[in-house]
């Protein structure tokens, strides 16, 4: 975020990586209803939790952009303007969550963090920060399906925006679905059928000298060698080709130990016994992230 202008309109650019967090827009939807199962959102696509409920990232960015126009709108009804961010500014697809690679994306951008660093500045005047985030004399609890509760402060523009675009049932859902997604990739990173494909493609990695262990802590440990080349183009260059070409061993790796095979048909199992009892939700949370790319269409 850049610090707001005191001439005139204060001017207050958001970056959208932080506001990917803060809602936590891990698996968004375009399915009409939840049937359990189903085709993922692209043909070939790598297993993910949920599948059916997924969107690709077209549509994840028209979401984005018109959260980020609903969010201005408010802005500057209190006298402060909302730096709308482009589309090609957007952060990429998220990481699968199982760590699988796709052959064609890794030979072109190995594990697809060569854009992805984008600069930050999180100061934030009160009164800014307060109209963006809300405040505690607003502050609500919102129980969630399986307990516990979870609080919101609705005042806030971007609080505001959602409930435009999402509706008023959506924060609660989400992170029940949240809930249900992290339980799917626990029970799959357990299964002995994936443990033991993951066994074989470690070994397969450490004999090209690459010492993993656990497929779920490679691009995290990538993402933080790119983060520490900082604004070093010669090293940022370097550490990125250096990880293209892990990536594509990688790649080569999970499919020697068949860790896809492996992962999808665990998933299968775990996602509907997970899945069991929370048809209801799933249904409407789906129903609600249609409506939401209707209305995101229509958002200039």
């Known amino acids: 975020m850049k610090q707001p202008s005191r001439r005139g309109i204060a001017v207050l650019t958001v970056v959208f990586t932080a506001l990917a967090v803060l809602i936590g827009l891990v698996a968004l939807a375009s399915s009409w209803s939840w049937t359990g199962g189903g085709k993922p959102r692209n043909a070939g696509a790598l297993p993910e939790p949920f599948a059916s409920l997924q969107f690709s990232g077209e549509q994840r960015q028209s979401l984005r952009h018109a959260e980020d126009v609903l969010t201005r709108r408010c802005m500057r009804a209190r006298g402060m303007d909302f730096h709308v961010v482009a589309k090609a500014e957007l952060p990429p697809e998220p990481p699968n969550p199982y760590g699988l690679l796709e052959g064609g994306d890794v030979a072109r951008h190995g594990y697809g963090l ?12 009160d009164r800014e920060r307060d109209a963006l985030f809300g405040t505690a004399a607003y502050e609500k609890t919102i129980p969630l399906e399986d307990g516990g509760e979870i609080a919101v402060r609705t ?14 049932e ?48 490679v691009w995290p440990d990538a993402n933080r060698r790119m983060e520490q080349t900082g604004a070093n183009r010669t090293a940022g260059r370097a550490a990125f080709d250096a990880l ?7 790649v080569d790796c999970q499919k020697q130990a068949r860790v896809e095979p492996a992962i999808r048909a665990a998933q299968d199992d775990a996602e509907g016994s997970v899945a069991r009892g929370h048809e209801q939700g799933l249904s409407k949370l789906a129903t609600l992230r249609a409506t939401a790319l209707a209305t995101a269409a229509r958002t200039p």
């Open 114 to 125: 060569h854009d992805s660093r984008v600069p930050t500045d999180n100061r934030l005047a």
């Open 155 to 168: 005042d806030g523009c971007f609080y505001k925006a959602q409930t435009e675009l999402y509706g008023k």
């Open 170 to 217: 959506w924060t609660a859902l989400l992170y029940s679905e949240e809930t249900l997604y992290a339980k799917v990739i626990a029970r799959v990173q357990g299964d002995p059928r994936v443990t033991a494909a993951q066994r074989k493609w470690a070994a397969c990695m450490d004999r090209a000298g690459y010492p993993v262990t656990t497929l779920a802590k």
């Open 244 to 250: 293209l070409t892990q990536a594509r061993r990688d």
